[in-house]
C-alpha cells in the first residue's frame, strides 16, 4: 500500500509536527511505500533550501517550492500557506494512485482541502490528521478574517473535506467531540494521541546533564516553557511571575524555541537577569534539553480548548518533570492535572497563584520530583510512542485489501 503524507514540515526539521510525522513515516515504511510531500524549509529557518527529492530511512521526501515570507507576519504566512497548499496539491495528483492513502495534516490550515480534491480526482482516500481546527483558531484570536461570512465559508470547505474523508484522527477525545459537532460521523473520527519518545526522552538528574552546565543553570531551580511560542499560548503571566520573582537568585526561568511570540517576550524581558532564551535544539539532544528545567510550562488558552493539543505536554511527562499548567480546569490538561497530580494548574489571569506555585515547587523540591515521577508514570501508560503506532498500524491495516 502507498501512504502518502502531507505537512509543511519534515525530518530535518525539529517542529513538534515534524517529528511526529517523521517517527510515524520511518516506522511505517518497512511495511508500505511511504512517501512524504513536504516543503523545502525548516520552521525556525524559512531561507533553508533542503533538497527537492531525498531518500531517508525508507521514506521518500518530495519538497515542493513555496514562498519565504517566514512566521512573523499573518499575511507573509497565509501567502506561504497558499503557495504550498497549491504545490501540494499538484504533487498528490503526481503521486496518489487509486485506492493509495492521502494522509494531511492540519499544517498549513485548510490542507484537507486540497488534499480533498487532489485525492478523489485520483480515486485515492483520505485521512485527516486533525492537530487543530481552524478557522475557529483564528477566529478564537480575534483574526477578523476568520469570523462572519469569510470564517463560514472556510469551515463549510473543511467540513466537506472532513466529512467526505475515510478517517478523521483527532488527538483527544475533546477535539474528537468538536470534530462531531460539526457532523463527522462517528464511524470515520479515532482519537490518537500524539508521543514522545520514551526512551530518548527520559528523566535525568541535573548534575548528570551536560546541557545545564553549559547553559550555567547549575544549583537553580528552572520553570521551563519549551516549543512554540505561538499565539494560542498566553506566556505574559510566566514573565510577570518571573519580573516578581527576581529577588530569588535560586529560580531561573527558560524560554527553548522560536514563534510568532518570540520577539516579544524577549523585548519584554530584557532587563530581568533570571530569564534566558535559547534556540530548538538539535533532536539528538532533545533529550538533554528537555530535561534541563525542573518544572515545564504549559499554556493553552481557555477558548482554545478542544481546538488544539500543545505537543509539548509529552516531553515535559516523558522528562520526569512535573507541568505547570496555565489553563482551563475542566479542559483535556486540566483534567488530566487533577486526576493525576502530575503538576499545578493556575488560572491565565491569576499570576499570584503562578507566583505561589513556582515558589512551592521551587522550595520542596522532593514535591516536586514526586509529581514527576506521577507524570512519567501517565506518559508511560498513555502516551509512549509504541501505543500511538499500533492505533495508527491498526488504523492503516484496516484500509488494505
Known amino acids: 500500500m502507498r501512504v502518502v503524507f502531507v505537512n509543511r514540515y519534515y ?19 518497512p511495511r508500505c511505500d511511504v512517501q512524504v510531500v513536504t516543503s523545502r524549509q525548516r520552521i525556525d529557518d524559512p ?12 521514506v521518500t521526501i518530495h519538497r515542493v517550492w513555496t ?27 503526481r503521486l496518489a494512485r487509486r485506492g493509495d492513502l492521502v494522509v494531511a495534516m492540519t499544517d498549513p490550515p485548510l490542507m484537507s482541502v486540497p488534499a480533498r480534491w487532489a485525492a478523489h480526482a485520483k480515486g485515492a482516500r483520505l485521512v485527516n490528521w486533525v492537530q ?7 477566529e478564537a484570536l480575534g483574526v477578523r478574517l476568520a469570523s462572519g461570512m469569510p470564517g463560514r465559508i472556510l469551515a463549510g470547505l473543511r467540513n466537506a473535506s472532513l466529512r467526505h474523508a475515510e478517517a478523521n484522527v483527532a488527538l483527544c477525545d475533546l477535539m474528537a467531540g468538536r470534530l462531531a459537532a460539526l457532523g463527522v460521523a462517528p464511524a470515520k473520527l479515532r482519537a490518537i494521541h500524539n508521543w514522545s519518545d520514551g526512551t530518548a526522552i527520559r528523566p535525568l538528574a541535573p548534575e548528570a546533564n551536560p546541557l545545564r552546565a553549559e547553559w550555567g543553570l547549575q544549583g537553580r531551580y528552572v520553570v521551563g516553557y519549551s516549543g512554540n511560542m505561538g499565539r494560542a499560548h498566553d506566556l505574559a503571566p510566566l514573565l510577570e511571575a518571573a519580573r516578581r520573582l527576581t529577588g530569588r537568585d535560586d529560580i531561573a526561568f527558560l524560554f527553548i524555541g522560536t514563534g510568532p511570540q518570540r520577539a516579544a517576550l524577549e523585548a519584554a524581558a530584557r532587563g530581568l537577569p533570571n530569564v534566558a532564551f535559547r534556540p530548538y535544539q538539535p533532536r539528538e539532544r532533545l533529550g538533554e534539553s528537555l530535561a534541563v528545567p525542573d518544572c515545564h510550562v504549559v499554556s493553552l488558552k481557555p477558548a482554545l480548548e478542544g481546538l488544539v493539543m500543545p505537543s509539548k505536554l509529552y516531553g515535559s511527562l516523558a522528562a520526569g518533570r512535573p507541568v505547570l499548567f496555565i489553563g482551563a480546569r475542566d479542559g483535556e490538561i ?3 492535572m487533577a486526576r493525576h497530580d502530575i503538576g499545578r494548574r493556575v488560572a ?17 523540591p522532593a514535591e516536586s520530583r514526586r509529581m514527576g515521577a506521577n507524570g512519567r508514570a501517565l506518559f508511560e501508560g498513555r502516551y509512549e510512542r509504541a501505543m500511538a503506532f499500533a492505533a495508527w498500524d491498526a488504523l492503516i491495516e484496516s484500509f488494505r485489501g
Open 11 to 29: 525530518h530535518p526539521d525539529i517542529s513538534a509536527t515534524s517529528q511526529i510525522l517523521t517517527d510515524l513515516a520511518v516506522h511505517l515504511a
Open 47 to 58: 531561507a533553508a533550501a533542503l533538497p527537492a527529492e531525498e531518500r531517508v530511512q525508507g
Open 67 to 93: 514562498s519565504r515570507f517566514g512566521r512573523e507576519r499573518l499575511a507573509g504566512r497565509a501567502f506561504d500557506y497558499a503557495t504550498f497548499q497549491a504545490l501540494a496539491a499538484w504533487r498528490i495528483l
Open 132 to 138: 487543530d481546527l481552524f478557522p475557529e483558531i483564528a
Open 334 to 336: 486540566g483534567t488530566l
Open 348 to 364: 491565565p489571569d491569576d499570576t499570584e497563584a503562578l507566583v505561589q506555585a513556582i515558589r512551592g515547587l521551587a522550595d520542596h
